[in-house]
C-alpha cells in the first residue's frame, strides 16, 4: 500500500472506499463527504486533510482523515476525525502504516493527537494502543447499539 494525499483523481475509489467501510463499520460516528459535492468542498476546507492508502492499481484500500485546528491557541493540537480500512485488507498492518504516516507527518508541526472511538471497537481501540495513544476522557452511554449502550472514548498521544 502507497499513501497519498487526497487528490481530485481518487474520486471515485475514495467513495467505493467509504462505501465498503462504512458498509460494516462498528459504528458510524462521523460520515466522511460522500454527499454530492461535498467530495470537491473538502478541498477548499484548510482545516482537513485526508490521506488515502492506494495498492498497486490506484485502487483504494483504507483512508484516513485528519483535522487540524487553525487558530493560533490550538493549533498544536490535532484530531484524528477517522480512520478506515476496506473490509478485504484488515488485519494486515494497513491502518498501522497510515497511523505511523500521520505521526511522522506531523510530529514537527504539532504536540498532542486526539481522537474518539466507541467503547466496543476493540479492534480500533487496540490499534491506537499499540501506538501509545491513552485514554483521556470518556462519556458514558453516549452511544445505543443493539439495545445496549457504549462510551464515546477520547484517547490522546503526546508527539
Ligand atoms: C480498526 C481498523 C482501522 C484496523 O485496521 P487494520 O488495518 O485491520 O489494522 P492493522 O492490521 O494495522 O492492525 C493494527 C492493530 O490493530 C489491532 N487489531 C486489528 N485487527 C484486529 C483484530 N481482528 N482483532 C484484534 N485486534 C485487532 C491490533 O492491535 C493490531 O496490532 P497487531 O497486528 O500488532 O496485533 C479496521 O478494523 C477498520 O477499518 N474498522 C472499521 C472502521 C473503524 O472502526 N475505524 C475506527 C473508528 S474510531
Known amino acids: 500500500m502507497h ?26 460516528y462521523t460520515s466522511p463527504p460522500i454527499k454530492p459535492g461535498a467530495f470537491e468542498a473538502i478541498f477548499q476546507n484548510n482545516n482537513i486533510d485526508i490521506f488515502i492508502g492506494l495498492n498497486d492499481k490506484n485502487v483504494g ?15 498544536h493540537l490535532l484530531k484524528i476525525q477517522s480512520i478506515g480500512i476496506t473490509p478485504s485488507h484488515r488485519a494486515q498492518g494497513c491502518a498501522s502504516q497510515l497511523l505511523a504516516f500521520i505521526i511522522e507527518s506531523y510530529k514537527n508541526t504539532h504536540k498532542i493527537i486526539t481522537l474518539e472511538v466507541i467503547s466496543g471497537n476493540t479492534h480500533a481501540i487496540n490499534l491506537y494502543k499499540k501506538f501509545g495513544f491513552t485514554e483521556c476522557g470518556k462519556i458514558k452511554d453516549a452511544f445505543k447499539k443493539d439495545g445496549g449502550s457504549h462510551d464515546l472514548l477520547t484517547f490522546c498521544k503526546t508527539l
Open 61 to 75: 484500500i483504507g483512508y484516513a482523515m485528519v483535522v487540524k485546528n487553525l487558530q493560533k491557541e490550538s493549533a
Open 3 to 28: 499513501i497519498a494525499p487526497l487528490a481530485v483523481e481518487h474520486k471515485k475509489t475514495f467513495i467505493d472506499l467509504i462505501t465498503a467501510i462504512e458498509s460494516d463499520a462498528f459504528f458510524i
